[in-house]
């Protein structure tokens, strides 16, 4: 069984399109991550959900909104998709809010044409 | 701000052979070192994580180090095989924010038979 699995695992969309991205964990975790890889492969965290409350959410364009029904799922969406949101994204789940092992999923690999 | 810097970028070595990573980080609160190994196409995985409350922690081939009164962590992997080819990660976290991981930028290991 997989254990954090995202849907789609690829998308292809225009500029000043809307789109969403989902995630789903099924590892029990209260802690769900939205990290952005760019073509240089950095890897940066942009929100984080524990027991659907959110707890981190860093300097991204507010385009971008997160949502969690609840604790084994969080969805990302973009508004207004730019050339730039072209990237990876990788949904991760821990344990708790503790520093600990993050679990990735495979990506969504989103291209803005 | 927080930042990791890692280094090198790029690492090549025969098969065999053993190769170093380094890692330095800003935030003196860290206290959580999680290294994360990424094959081509694939997600980031967990290969071995330090705490601040021991300088070194070893796992058959791979081994990590801390010096905290550096700042610095180090990945180190003997008798490199093939498979060990990949992007490594290092990343710096503290118990009390979120299990927030700040990433350094990579190291593409690449291990030549």
Redesign the interface.
């Known amino acids: 069984d997989t254990a954090v699995s995202q849907t789609p695992k690829y998308l292809v969309t225009q500029m000043g399109n809307d789109k969403s991205i989902k995630c789903e964990q099924n590892l029990g975790h209260d ?1 769900m991550y939205w990290y952005k890889q760019d073509s ?6 942009m929100f ?1 959900y ?1 027991n659907k409350e959110l ?2 959410n860093e300097t991204v364009p507010n385009r971008f909104s997160p949502k969690s029904p609840d604790k084994a799922h969080l969805n990302l969406h973009i508004n207004s998709l730019e050339l730039g949101d072209s990237a990876v994204y ?1 949904c991760a789940s ?1 344990a ?7 679990y ?4 969504t690999r989103l291209t803005v044409t | 701000g927080e930042n990791v810097e890692q280094h090198p970028s790029t690492l090549s070595v025969q098969e065999g052979d053993s190769a170093v990573i380094k890692c330095t980080y800003s935030d003196s609160a860290s ?2 070192f ?1 290294w994360y190994k ?1 094959e081509l196409g ?5 290969i071995i ?1 330090i ?1 601040s409350n021991v300088g070194e922690k070893k796992d058959q081939r791979i081994a990590v180090t801390l010096n905290k009164t550096a700042k610095h962590f180090s990945l180190h992997i003997t008798e490199t095989q093939p498979e060990d080819s990949a ?1 490594y ?1 290092c990343a710096a ?3 009390g ?7 350094g ?2 190291t593409r290991l690449a291990v030549h038979p």
């Open positions: 802690t240089k492969k950095f890897l940066k965290i984080s524990n707890i981190i990788f821990s708790g809010q503790g520093a600990g092992e993050q990735f999923g495979p990506g | 206290n959580y999680p990424q694939k997600r980031p995985q967990l994580d705490r992007v990660f976290g503290h118990s924010g979120y299990n927030k991981l700040i990433f930028a990579g």
